[in-house]
């Protein structure tokens, strides 16, 4: 079965295609239908084991993930706080649930459903098209066979097809509800505001040494200071060997027939735009009047010849100024309402009015270019270039290999080094993290230096457009320094939090005082805070304006009215403390409603069905016979 998707082949093209796979498949996973009972399992579901391997490799690419997001600041204690063990375990149980429910009901995944799925994958394709080399490639990688990776991937698209199937079968959305959301979302409100800033609190601080010495004692393993490497490196550059580098010009010709769609040129369009903006947060009845506005201008444009001058007078674009033109645009490459409305025209014509990203546009085309194939002349010498380049590339990757297997016992990189006039570089002490000079911070570089002993050679790595081998000269240990050593430290930390805890108290008592009935305004003259109006905004708004993201108080805001003035806490954000009072509401316009009630209902129906479908998997999971591993409940 699927015999197309298992052919051998072999190129030296690809050959660095295997790193790229390790990275766009480290999170690639599944749960193994094992009916043996293993005792490296990590859960059994209803009879199902999920591999404790399977697990395993889940956990490390959601923590290598984690990690590359945060960087340095990533630690043992985020594992923890964000519950990845169980988040990672709860989903593959899921999964679990998921296949087994599909499969009672009689849902499947045709042969034909899978083959069309695995060619459709990105990485496995050349120009868009399935190339057999690369799925074998990726097989040899991963060290499955093919029908084990196709029976994974088929369960994977099982879950798919069921969870899409609860989704879209699940929820319900009235009118009467739809209207109540439009209504409440796009009511305004206005507030008025005090700010009570930790800065202005840190010249009443005090601190004793016996505070100082407590915060080290609590905090030590915040203050510990990072481990630190230093490293010397071959560095192999294709650059170096470019110029010895020779492409028959038969090469050149066969690349120019196999790669024909690649050199063609897109069609293109030359226009001249009128853009009223609309901003993201603009109310429905600015972005109505905006509307009604460009319509007009519309059929000023018809009525003229003269659509330069309506760009100078109306236009809100960048461009104006030069009479709205912009440049040559190429089908493919811009926004779709664009390319709908513009790549249909012809020279002289102009667009309707087209709601943009930006905005509301009025185009008029000026020029056209069809579409068009590149010659062979023309492309000749680029594509000998690039030849080249991949010839270098490939040719400094093959001294790189060498010289690790000349290295493997020796690890002398220094008379490897002068015997072949290859550059030795050393570097100072750096962090994980930290940008080194000529590598950057690239990923695998850094993991390399850092999982290293002392004396010990990496294997090639790829330094993109470089290969080098790494050598592990030294390592500082990461430590906790001594309280001495991280005095000043501790009390510029302590000093912030002590200053921020004056400000809190600060702000609380305000409030109790507001809540009381006095002036936000008199009291913030009383005390000399900073106090403002917000002007309007949506109620959904979770930025807000002068005070800043406000994300978590967004329920806090939404139950404030003209008779619950006064929010039941303080706002804080990272420029402090925020007491806010509603300053005054304006209704949203019910005549709006039809006009955003499709885009509506798409988001709400969204909402409820995602809902739905968690808790059609709790029900699946309170009826099921789920064993965890001891060793995973423990750890």
């Known amino acids: 079965m699927l015999r197309v998707l298992r052919e051998r082949k072999a190129s030296w093209i690809l050959r660095a295609l295997l790193i790229g796979v390790a990275v766009s498949f480290v999170s690639w996973g599944g749960y193994s239908l094992i009916r043996e009972r293993k005792q490296t399992y990590a859960a059994e579901v209803n009879g199902t084991v999920i591999d404790m391997k399977v697990y395993t490799d889940r956990f490390q690419a959601m923590v290598q993930q984690y990690r590359d997001a945060f960087g340095p600041q990533f630690s043992e204690k985020m594992i923890e706080s964000l519950k990845l063990k169980e988040t990672v375990l709860d989903h593959l149980i899921s999964q679990a649930l998921i296949t087994q429910e599909a499969k009672r009901l009689g849902f499947y995944v045709s042969d034909e459903e899978l083959r069309e799925a695995i060619q459709s994958i990105p990485l496995f394709q050349v120009n868009g098209q399935f190339d057999p080399r690369n799925y074998e490639r990726f097989l040899r990688y991963k060290r499955m066979t093919a029908e084990a990776f196709e029976e994974t991937y088929r369960d994977e698209l099982l879950v798919t097809k069921m969870t899409n199937l609860i989704r879209e079968n699940g929820a319900r959305v009235s009118?009467?509800?739809?209207?109540?959301?439009?209504?409440?979302?796009?009511?305004?409100?206005?507030?008025?505001?005090?700010?009570?800033s930790p800065e202005s609190f840190k010249n009443r601080v005090k601190m004793t040494e016996a505070e100082a010495k407590e915060y080290y004692e609590k905090h030590k393993e915040e203050l510990r200071t990072p481990a630190q490497v230093k490293i010397q490196y071959l560095l192999f550059r294709p650059s170096d060997v470019e110029g010895n580098v020779v492409v028959p010009p038969e090469e050149i010709k066969r690349y120019y027939e196999s790669q024909k769609e690649r050199f063609k040129i897109p069609k293109q369009v030359r226009a001249r735009e009128i853009l009223l903006k609309v901003g993201q947060d603009e109310p429905a009845d600015k972005v109505e009047a905006k509307k009604k506005k460009a319509e007009e201008i519309l059929q000023k444009a018809k009525a003229t010849k003269d659509f330069v001058g309506l760009v100078k007078q109306y236009s809100e674009g960048e461009n104006a100024s030069k009479g709205g033109d912009t440049g040559w645009l190429m089908k493919g490459r811009v926004d779709s309402a664009t390319e709908e409305a513009l790549f249909s025209l012809k020279a002289g014509d102009l667009s309707g009015v087209v709601r943009r990203p930006a905005g509301f546009s009025i185009f008029k085309v000026e020029e056209v270019r069809e579409e068009r194939e590149r010659s062979f002349e023309e492309m000749k010498d680029p594509i000998a270039q690039f030849l080249k380049r991949e010839k270098a590339k490939s040719e400094a990757s093959k001294r790189a290999d060498d010289a690790f297997y000349a290295l493997f016992r020796s690890r002398d990189l220094e008379r490897y080094a002068q015997e072949k006039g290859i550059p030795l570089k050393t570097t100072d002490f750096f962090k994980e993290g930290d940008d080194v000079a000529e590598l950057g911070g690239n990923p695998s570089v850094?993991?390399?230096?850092?999982?290293?002993?002392?004396?010990?050679?990496?294997?090639?790595?790829?330094?993109?457009?470089?290969?080098?081998?790494?050598?592990?000269?030294?390592?500082?240990?990461?430590?906790?320094?001594?309280?001495?050593?991280?005095?000043?430290?501790?009390?510029?930390?302590?000093?912030?939090?002590?200053?921020?805890?004056?400000?809190?108290?600060a702000a609380e008592d305000l409030l109790k005082q507001v809540q009381g009935g006095k002036s936000i305004r008199e009291l913030a003259k009383e005390k000399g805070y900073p106090a403002d109006d917000t002007g309007f905004f949506n109620r959904t708004t979770t930025v807000l304006p002068k005070i800043g993201p406000v994300s978590e108080y967004m329920a806090l805001l939404a139950s404030l009215t003209d008779q619950n003035p006064v929010p039941q806490s303080v706002l804080k954000t990272k420029e402090g403390y925020f007491v806010v009072r509603l300053l005054s509401t304006e209704a949203a316009d019910p005549n709006k409603f039809e006009a955003v009630k499709k885009d509506l209902e798409k988001r709400v129906l969204s909402q409820k069905q995602e809902e739905f479908f968690k808790g059609w998997v709790e029900q699946l999971k309170a009826r099921a016979k789920i064993h965890i591993n001891k060793e995973l409940k423990s750890s």
């Open 175 to 196: 009118d009467e509800e739809l209207r109540t959301i439009y209504l409440f979302e796009n009511e305004r409100i206005n507030l008025t505001f005090v700010k009570v």
């Open 446 to 505: 850094q993991a390399s230096a850092f999982s290293l002993k002392v004396g010990e050679i990496s294997p090639v790595l790829s330094a993109p457009p470089n290969f080098l081998i790494l050598k592990l000269l030294e390592k500082k240990d990461s430590r906790i320094p001594s309280y001495e050593e991280a005095k000043e430290e501790v009390h510029k930390r302590l000093g912030t939090l002590k200053a921020d805890e004056l400000a809190r108290q």
